[in-house]
């Protein structure tokens, strides 16, 4: 018999996040989740905790073809590049997976690659549970903060999904023994 999975997390209902959840923090950046569908069933997957915590400026999508329509005036895309920083950006979009997956979703959506590219600088991760690669890898929902913080300034605003964060980190980890 399949688990019982909460319909607004969409997380099993031992692990639901909607308790944590903090009221949706008001962002004017429109945000846009592309999420490769081998991701979604993830237990330690991070998009999800994102858009709910940015509801209703955020988006979660998933499949591996999008929509050119979502690259409109404004966008930029959250991904490492080259160049000088996206101006006016109204929407950003960020890819989730893994970086395999990021490439493939680039590489099936063509128009993705010609968006200006908003690059972080290298930061330390908060997501103990997933080992990064790399140095400055983040989870979605670290990237997606730190880029928002970038563009609109006022970080301490994030601070109550970020209390979220952490303690589903802690949680996370608890849970497996560490």
Same mark, same amino acid.
């Given at each position: 018999?399949?688990?019982?999975?909460?319909?607004?997390?969409?997380?099993?209902?031992?692990?639901?996040?909607?308790?944590?959840?903090?009221?949706?923090?008001?962002?004017?950046?429109?945000?846009?989740? $592309?999420?490769?569908?081998?991701?979604?069933?993830?237990?330690?997957?991070?998009?999800?905790?994102? %858009? $709910?915590?940015?509801?209703? !400026?955020?988006?979660? /999508?998933?499949?591996?073809? =999008?929509? %050119?329509? $979502? !690259? *409109?005036?404004?966008?930029? /895309?959250?991904?490492?590049?080259?160049?000088?920083?996206?101006?006016?950006?109204?929407?950003l979009i960020l890819l989730d997976g893994? &970086?395999?997956?990021?490439? +493939?979703?680039?590489?099936?959506?063509?128009?993705?690659?010609?968006?200006?590219? /908003?690059?972080?600088?290298?930061?330390?991760?908060?997501?103990? @549970? +997933?080992?990064?690669?790399?140095? *400055?890898?983040?989870?979605?929902?670290?990237? *997606? /903060?730190?880029?928002?913080?970038? $563009?609109?300034? @006022?970080?301490?605003? =994030?601070?109550?999904? &970020?209390? !979220? =964060?952490?303690? =589903?980190?802690? !949680?996370?980890?608890?849970?497996? *023994?560490?």
């Open positions: 018999m399949p688990r019982a999975v909460c319909p607004r997390c969409e997380r099993p209902a031992a692990t639901c996040l909607c308790a944590t959840l903090p009221p949706p923090v008001a962002v004017r950046t429109g945000l846009v989740v $592309l999420q490769h569908p081998a991701e979604a069933g993830h237990a330690k997957n991070t998009a999800a905790f994102l %858009t $709910l915590g940015l509801s209703p !400026a955020a988006r979660l /999508l998933r499949g591996e073809v =999008f929509d %050119t329509a $979502l !690259a *409109g005036p404004g966008t930029a /895309l959250l991904y490492p590049g080259a160049g000088p920083p996206p101006a006016d950006v109204s929407r893994s &970086w395999r997956q990021s490439r +493939r979703l680039l590489a099936a959506n063509p128009w993705l690659a010609a968006l200006p590219r /908003l690059s972080l600088p290298p930061q330390p991760s908060r997501y103990a @549970i +997933r080992r990064a690669h790399r140095p *400055g890898q983040l989870s979605t929902l670290e990237a *997606g /903060l730190h880029a928002l913080a970038l $563009l609109e300034g @006022i970080p301490e605003r =994030f601070d109550p999904l &970020w209390a !979220a =964060f952490d303690e =589903f980190v802690r !949680a996370g980890l608890s849970r497996r *023994g560490d």
